[in-house]
């Protein structure tokens, strides 16, 4: 039978998380028939042997593509060129291997709601951060207060800021008749502007149930994300790409943060003396390149400006107040003897 809805899952090496993820899609009870997309690129740690048992369990479900080599790093667009084309359902939801649901009925909901909104392109819901190094509490994301401050949930607030996580979205599929050329190469975060392209053609739902868990632990693609410069070493580059593709196919191009990352990436690739990277920052992006240099030489000559007056007014202080001793000996002497006894006494 024809899956309506159509789970694409990404994973490598992700074993010790993937059974949580592949049974929240089979435990799901919908009056629809689905299918789990699961694309293991070339595991080295057991991930595709436990897939292989759900394959073997759940036939008419899970359709997983095993690679022999790993495809990610020989650049491949593996959405586009091998996951994407292989997708049945009008419905389409992306979960990571290192993920899950949390609710039975998360995949009905989320359809009766598209089914009985056609106008609605997209439909999410709110889902638990969890710190697998329990270095915080779990949180809800989106917060009630980032959605108040939203306003709305438009295209125009998606691009200021991506309240949508990964596997709370289902998308009425807009790639069965729209060319999968759309999506390009070499971005992060792939997930939002999938996101985009879908909030493009259609209102974003919005269901209040919590259905789901986002995974934060040490072997995330986003997990040194505001804590170390590595961050910008590993995901600068698509980063910048995402920004520069983002203002092609919007319009919109948020300046102050493009040039503060572009400003992280290129000191962190200078510190960690990766040339080639920065060779190649010049060669894809130079008018990012050529703002970010004009912006650290800004800082830097600020920096020295405010330095050389903090210590212009530091030197007039101090002639000032040799002036006033000079001229005051007498207060000087007054001021000097209480210090002395201080000094006494505390010896």
Not at 111 to 133: G, N, Q, R
Not at 229 to 250: A, M, R, S, W
Not at 305 to 333: D, M, P, S
Request: net charge neutral; aromatic share 14%; hydrophobic share 35%.
């Amino acid at each position: 039978m024809h899956p309506k809805l159509s789970v694409i899952c990404l994973t490598y090496n992700h074993a010790r998380f993937i059974r949580q993820a592949l049974d929240g899609f089979v435990m799901q009870k919908t009056d629809f028939p689905l299918e789990v997309v699961i694309h293991d690129d070339a595991s080295t740690d057991g991930t595709s042997d436990i897939i292989r048992e759900y394959e073997k369990k759940y036939p008419q479900i899970v359709k997983p593509i095993y690679q022999t080599e790993n495809q990610w790093s020989k650049g491949k667009n593996i959405w586009r060129e091998i996951v994407f084309p292989q997708i049945k359902g009008e419905y389409v939801l992306y979960c990571e291997g290192d993920d899950y649901f949390t609710a039975e009925d998360k995949l009905q909901k989320q359809v009766d709601f598209l089914d009985s909104h056609p106008d609605y392109s997209v439909c999410f819901h709110p889902v638990t951060i969890k710190y697998e190094d329990k270095s915080q509490p779990d949180e809800i994301f989106p917060s009630d207060s980032l959605l108040k401050e939203l306003g709305d949930m438009s295209l125009n607030s998606l691009l200021r800021c991506n309240f949508m996580q990964t596997n709370s979205v289902v998308y009425r599929w807009r790639f069965h008749k729209d060319s999968l050329s759309l999506l390009p190469d070499y971005i992060q975060p792939g997930d939002w502007f999938l996101h985009l392209l879908h909030a493009q053609v259609g209102k974003i739902g919005f269901l209040p149930d919590i259905m789901a868990v986002y995974r934060k632990h040490q072997g995330g693609i986003w997990a040194q994300a505001g804590k170390s410069d590595l961050h910008y070493v590993n995901n600068g580059l698509p980063y910048l790409n995402f920004i520069t593709k983002v203002k092609e196919q919007f319009g919109y191009y948020n300046e102050k943060f493009s040039l503060n990352f572009a400003k992280n990436t290129l000191l962190a690739l200078l510190k960690h003396k990766e040339f080639e990277k920065l060779k190649q920052f010049s060669e894809w992006f130079p008018e990012i390149y050529t703002e970010a240099i004009q912006y650290i030489t800004d800082q830097i000559d600020a920096y020295q400006k405010a330095e050389f007056e903090r210590k212009h007014k530091q030197n007039k202080w101090r002639k000032l107040c040799g002036r006033i001793v000079k001229q005051h000996k007498t207060t000087y002497y007054f001021l000097y003897i209480p210090i002395v006894r201080i000094k006494h006494k505390n010896a």
